[in-house]
């Protein structure tokens, strides 16, 4: 300020400061008034007495750094001041907020640290409006977030974990569309991962021998077949195609009480969805603990990993993802109908399902004579 | 697909460059209670660290966004919206402070009580239910047990609370539309919610008698048929909007030297602020004795819009007592409504200069419905040589009949503020 200016300063106008420190270590003087606003540094000038001098300075959280401090300064500077009208601070609060998203976020988490409310809601406001209405990929482009899911569970995995947990039309077209049928290096030896590239291996395999023999023995052969996978190819075999029945209510008792009986391992293969389009959007019955989404793919019979190398030609490669769209179509079919259809197209088929279980309820699917 | 490699720490760049994840949950609750509770659940398939994180949001929104369907089968809309909240319900932990639920395809009513239920047992403070369509839904008995509910929201409802009910003790605002409860059960709840600030009551049915026990309330508003309507103890009542939806019986009108339902009206209304006289409650307050002014003169009044028919005489001595008795007036909106049958002529009401500087503080004056007969007039130029303050007058006839007339008389109006505006609004 110039000399002239500091002569013409009454006295009522000597702001008083207060010494703040931010966990970097750095030490600043802040108007004392405007500082005080943040309830966090209220608190501490009132009930401890610290501020009033530079060994006493008030140490923020480690969450607020200078930059921070001094936006939120900002923010203080303007709103503490009793004269502005609302349509004035509504207006400052909406150029105040222009700022990129990590910086958001960092304000957001600065202000919340110094309890300055007002600022974490116009700041929560703010991100919110920035999640709304975008895609997934969007998100997490824009914040940075990590594309976990899809590492951690498979991306076939993943895509029936989406719709575990949520039964919202999600943009799941683009997670189909992904599959390309090409196996996953498994190094950790993941249980998922192995059932997933036995499920390609097994779509690879069964699309070439249709090529080659085209005739219903095939599909037997698949029936005779006792694991859960070869029930998959089964459902997505041709001429179980459009085969669809409309009870609803039915359905929904029959899958309640199912759900009772099978087990974890089950239930990712009924993941049965109501609705009439492809798009699942609800679920009759998911069990969303952690644990049983880890038992998922747990203990399948093992299968010969040989034919992970199949070269693919690409008029069979096209073919193979419409049928992955399919599978994921079929995915939303009638679980009990199906059974129904694989009851009645072998009799041993039906020996398996009456098991010990007394109540006669279908019981896990699972092969006592294999391993 | 790209390259699976093996499982390794997540990268540090990204981490560092995350900066949503890390906030505290209660910050992120609140981002999250923002949006509505499709976009909200779809984080769920952001990362991992995000599976869950929606499910503690405490506002709970079911509304017609909710659900995007684009087929326009009901039953199929019903169905998923019953399934999405359901799930949302069962997948959801922590407590639950907000809910509403307000969806024009909702009717399955075992659904509806089911979700109370589970709200109930969930220290609820803001609950909002409105069904669109159908009958009026019976409330179930688990609602009346959420103690802790502060604002309670109600449309198209029936209200029938059990014999242990014994209050809203922290609930401070009431809406209640289209709701059926009984008399006594109108006057329990209002008298049994002691902390009630504000009340809204529109088109009801089951109960007539408006007694409203309640020293804490600062906002009324009703609109409906009733037959009586008064206060006891609401000292802090400052607004108060009152419709009344039919024009009361003729035999009340008639009977002379009964009590004036003005004076009963406004003996416990000592600091009211803003008063709204709604469709045919003007006639209500002119039965009995009107007298010439209050005993106590509204003195913190500054905002009044009443609904008049400028030909009926009744009327007019209410409204002229009103006025009279509310000596810093800023605003005033006087709205004619519109007679089937013209019940004859009202002329020399408002002639007179025995009112002089009655409106010291009048600046604001909007008059609306009017078509331009006498006492219409009169009551105008009443207003403009009272008025020495006034600022503004606007003027919206009913229609475009009489307009240039209007405007006629209008200019020719002696005006005691040198800076009144006036304005013809076209109809």
């Known amino acids: 300020m110039s000399e002239l200016n500091m002569a013409v300063i009454k006295p009522e106008m000597m702001k008083s400061y207060i010494w703040i420190e931010t966990a970097d270590g750095s030490l600043q003087q802040v108007e004392q008034e405007v500082a005080m606003f943040c309830p966090f540094i209220c608190h501490e000038v009132i009930q401890k007495g610290m501020g009033s001098s530079k060994n006493h300075a008030i140490s923020l959280p480690q969450r607020v750094n200078p930059a921070m401090l001094s936006l939120m300064l900002d923010y203080c500077r303007f709103h503490q001041v009793p004269g502005h009208s609302n349509k004035e601070r509504k207006s400052f609060d909406e150029k105040f907020i222009r700022m990129d998203t990590k910086r958001l976020c960092e304000l957001t988490s600065a202000a919340d640290s110094l309890q300055l409310k007002p600022l974490v809601d116009l700041t929560s406001r703010a991100l919110a409006r920035i999640i709304e209405g975008k895609t997934p990929e969007e998100i997490r482009e824009i914040f940075h977030l990590p594309d976990d899911l899809t590492e951690v569970f498979g991306a076939c995995a993943n895509y029936l974990l989406r719709n575990f947990f949520i039964f919202y039309d999600c943009n799941i077209d683009s997670v189909v569309q992904e599959e390309k049928l090409e196996p996953l290096k498994n190094i950790t030896d993941d249980p998922r991962i192995r059932l997933l590239n036995r499920l390609y291996a097994k779509k690879r395999k069964e699309l070439k021998e249709r090529e080659r023999i085209k005739n219903v023995e095939a599909e037997e052969e698949r029936v005779d077949d006792r694991s859960v996978d070869d029930l998959l190819s089964f459902i997505n075999g041709e001429d179980s195609k459009g085969i669809k029945t409309s009870k609803n209510k039915k359905k929904n008792r029959r899958k309640k009480d199912q759900q009772k009986n099978t087990s974890p391992s089950e239930v990712i293969e009924i993941n049965e969805q109501e609705s009439n389009g492809l798009k699942g959007s609800d679920l009759g019955e998911t069990s969303e603990k952690q644990d049983v989404t880890d038992e998922m793919f747990a203990s399948k019979p093992e299968f010969d990993d040989g034919d992970v190398d199949d070269e693919i030609d690409p008029a069979l490669k096209e073919k193979i993802d419409r049928e992955v769209e399919d599978f994921a179509r079929r995915l939303n079919s009638d679980w009990p109908e199906r059974m129904q259809e694989i009851l009645s197209l072998g009799q041993d088929m039906k020996a398996l399902h009456h098991s010990s279980n007394g109540n006669g309820t279908i019981r896990k699917y699972t092969d006592p004579e294999q391993k | ?427």
């Open chain 2, 1 to 427: 697909m790209k390259q699976r490699e093996p499982p390794k720490l997540p990268c540090k760049i990204e981490t560092e460059q995350d900066k949503l994840s890390n906030l505290p949950a209660h910050v992120i609750d609140q981002i999250l209670s923002q949006l509505p509770i499709k976009d909200a659940v779809r984080t769920s398939i952001l990362s991992r660290k995000w599976r869950y994180k929606w499910a503690t949001i405490p506002h709970l929104v079911f509304d017609n966004l909710c659900v995007s369907v684009s087929s326009q089968d009901q039953i199929l809309v019903r169905n998923k919206l019953v399934n999405v909240v359901d799930h949302v319900l069962l997948l959801h932990t922590g407590p639950i402070f907000k809910f509403k639920l307000s969806h024009q395809d909702l009717l399955g009513v075992t659904d509806i009580d089911r979700w109370i239920l589970h709200i109930s047992r969930s220290s609820i403070k803001e609950f909002v239910l409105e069904i669109w369509k159908g009958q009026r839904y019976k409330v179930p008995s688990s609602l009346f047990c959420c103690r802790e509910l502060i604002h309670l929201e109600l449309f198209n409802c029936l209200l029938k609370p059990p014999t242990t009910f014994k209050g809203f003790r922290n609930l401070k605002s009431l809406d209640l539309q289209h709701i059926t409860l009984a008399q006594n059960v109108f006057e329990n709840l209002i008298s049994s919610c002691p902390m009630l600030e504000r009340l809204t009551l529109m088109n009801f049915d089951g109960f007539s008698h408006l007694n409203i026990d309640a020293p804490n309330l600062q906002f009324f508003d009703i609109g409906g048929v009733f037959d009586d309507v008064s206060f006891e103890n609401t000292f802090n009542l400052a607004l108060v909007s009152i419709g009344l939806y039919v024009n009361v019986k003729k035999d009340q009108t008639l009977i002379l030297g009964s009590s004036s339902k003005l004076l009963r009206f406004f003996v416990h209304l000592p600091h009211i602020r803003r008063l709204e006289i709604q469709s045919y409650f003007l006639k209500y307050l002119a039965i009995g004795n009107v007298p010439g002014r209050l005993p106590r003169p509204c003195a913190d009044l500054n905002y009044l819009s009443v609904r008049i028919n400028f030909n009926d005489p009744k009327e007019s001595l209410a409204a002229l007592c009103l006025l009279r008795s509310c000596p810093n007036l800023q605003e005033l909106e006087m709205l004619a409504r519109p007679e089937e049958t013209c019940t004859g002529t009202l002329t020399d009401f408002w002639i007179g200069d025995h009112w002089s500087s009655m409106f010291p503080q009048l600046r604001v004056v909007k008059i609306a419905g009017i078509s331009g007969i006498r006492s219409e007039l009169d009551f105008i130029n009443f207003l403009l040589s009272n008025s020495p303050v006034l600022e503004r007058v606007t003027v919206k006839p009913v229609s475009v009949d009489g307009g240039w007339d209007l405007m006629k008389e209008l200019l020719r109006f002696r005006r005691a503020s040198t800076r009144a505006e006036i304005i013809y609004s076209d109809p």
